[in-house]
């Protein structure tokens, strides 16, 4: 069965500093994946995705993420995170037209 | 605006009472997703319309939920007799023919079953 996990729960870095979200899938055959952010009060929001091609997809914000097959892998990157990066982080993976959830990571800016 | 609107964004009712959930989608979005969300999880899928057929309902957590889309255009979801193990943020989402695999989601409707 197809799933998403997010091994992280949390995640806390200092503003100005790199950060590195995991996302590890299960589907059988080429996966479609998604990043959507999640702030307070609002709804998700689409950060990038991955189809095909070029591994390495740029997103909004700043965000980039890395398709790895080998690793079942769709981890999200940004080199420099601002203190309005605070939010949860949803990796998704699409089947039959239904987008399977990771659990999010929670992102906690510390000033 | 043109984003996908939910209405209410809060419900508050009392167990046993029906609930009744509206969904806006964006103009000309032939397709519309139902989630649901609980506290520290993901969302999980519960059903889809392309136009005003619903092609896939068997993941509606019970049959005391219904979705429509009357139309092709808004949506509803329905819960009936509601339980307190409802309670959880309802999300919509659409998605366009051009690119039906990019889904664009609501603000959600939270339900607190009481």
């Known amino acids: 069965a197809q799933s998403v996990t997010q091994p992280d729960i949390h995640i806390t870095v200092s503003e100005g500093a790199s950060l590195e979200l995991r996302c590890n899938y299960s589907?059988?055959?080429?996966?479609?994946l998604f990043w959507y952010v999640q702030s307070p009060g609002q709804g998700l929001q689409l950060l990038l995705k991955?189809?095909?091609?070029d591994t390495l997809v740029q997103g909004i914000k700043g965000f980039e993420a890395e398709f790895k097959r080998s690793q079942s892998s769709f981890n999200l990157r940004k080199p420099s995170v601002h203190w309005s990066d605070a939010a949860e982080y949803f990796c998704a993976v699409e089947s039959n037209y239904q987008l399977i959830w990771g659990a999010g990571t929670k992102l906690i800016i510390k000033p | 605006d043109t984003g996908v609107s939910q209405n209410p964004r809060h419900k508050i009712t009392k167990r046993g009472q029906n609930v009744t959930f509206r969904c806006d989608p964006i103009?000309?979005?032939?397709?519309l997703y139902w989630y649901r969300q609980t506290l520290g999880q993901g969302p999980e899928f519960l059903t889809y319309f392309q136009n005003e057929a619903q092609l896939e309902k068997s993941r509606l957590l019970s049959d005391r939920f219904s979705a429509e889309r009357p139309k092709g255009s808004f949506s509803t979801l329905e819960i009936q007799r509601t339980e307190q193990g409802d309670s959880a943020m309802y999300l919509c989402?659409?998605?366009?023919?051009?690119?039906?695999?990019?889904?664009?989601f609501g603000p959600g409707t939270r339900l607190t079953v009481l």
């Open positions: 989402a659409s998605s366009s023919s051009r690119d039906t695999d990019t889904q664009y």
């Open positions: 991955y189809f095909s091609g």
């Open positions: 589907y059988g055959a080429t996966p479609y």
């Open positions: 103009s000309e979005h032939n397709r």
